[in-house]
């Protein structure tokens, strides 16, 4: 599959984050150059561990979720579905994002890739290609990689902010402390930036949202 190499440009970008630090470890450069730009960009924070953790460890991980939006200038909204459990529900979760997608009117959203090796993810992408029906979404989807990885066709060079990316991981440290993702996901940008010759790199496959469509169901049928 051709690679493409893409150029950070100031748009409006959505980020549908099935957990707080998901859009930090698939694209964190990506989101530190947008800010280097001046995009507005709006993440989704999609679930909550409050069922299956400790008040005082939810409410840490929701602050440590808003001082990285802080650091990398994004605004953050907590849509408090139950974390494990959104495939149980797609329908209400494409509802909400319906709405985010009609206020917000996003030039690109980044969804995760809908084969991403977590079940979450896979009913985040899910539920993201029903919520496009009943909007005007003409824009571009980026499937990103998190537990997997994806079927690339665009890459971005995040050299430049690669220690912004490696920062942002760090603030969350609830999540992230007793796991060195850090080090991992920028060991799989290096990899990513090998092919072109590039430092560090993040991985996307970037497509519209019949193809979108095409491989959300595809996925599905298996």
């Known amino acids: 599959m051709p690679v493409e190499r893409r150029i950070i440009q100031c748009s409006r970008v959505l980020v549908l984050a099935p957990h707080s630090d998901d859009e930090v470890i698939s694209a964190g450069g990506v ?35 808003r001082t990285v939006a802080e650091f990398l200038g994004h605004e953050l909204i907590f849509l408090e579905f139950p974390d494990g459990s959104l495939s149980h529900c797609e329908r ?18 980044l969804v995760p890739f809908p084969a991403d090796h977590h079940r ?20 571009e989807l980026w499937c990103y990689e998190v537990w997997s990885t994806l079927w690339p066709n665009c890459v971005v060079d995040i050299d430049s902010v690669v220690q912004t990316k490696r920062q ?17 996901v920028i060991g799989l940008n290096r990899y990513r930036g090998l092919k072109l010759q590039i430092p560090h790199a993040e991985a996307f ?10 491989l959300v169901a595809a996925l599905n049928s298996i």
Do not use: W
Not at 120 to 139: I, S
Not at 174 to 182: E, H, N, R
């Open 205 to 214: 496959f970037v497509c519209r949202k019949k193809q979108f469509g095409r």
């Open 92 to 109: 209400q979760l494409a509802l909400e994002l319906r709405k985010h997608i009609n206020e917000f009117a996003p030039s690109t959203i």
């Open 168 to 184: 942002a991981i760090g603030l969350y440290a609830a999540a992230t402390g007793k796991m060195p993702y850090a080090d991992a």
């Open 31 to 65: 989101l530190a150059l947008h800010q280097r730009e001046g995009s507005s960009v709006r993440v989704l924070c999609v679930s909550s561990d409050s069922r299956a953790l400790p008040q005082t460890l939810e409410a840490r991980r929701m602050v440590e979720a």
């Open 120 to 139: 979450d993810h896979q009913a985040v992408a899910a539920a993201c290609f029903e919520a496009l029906d009943g909007t005007d979404f003409r824009g």
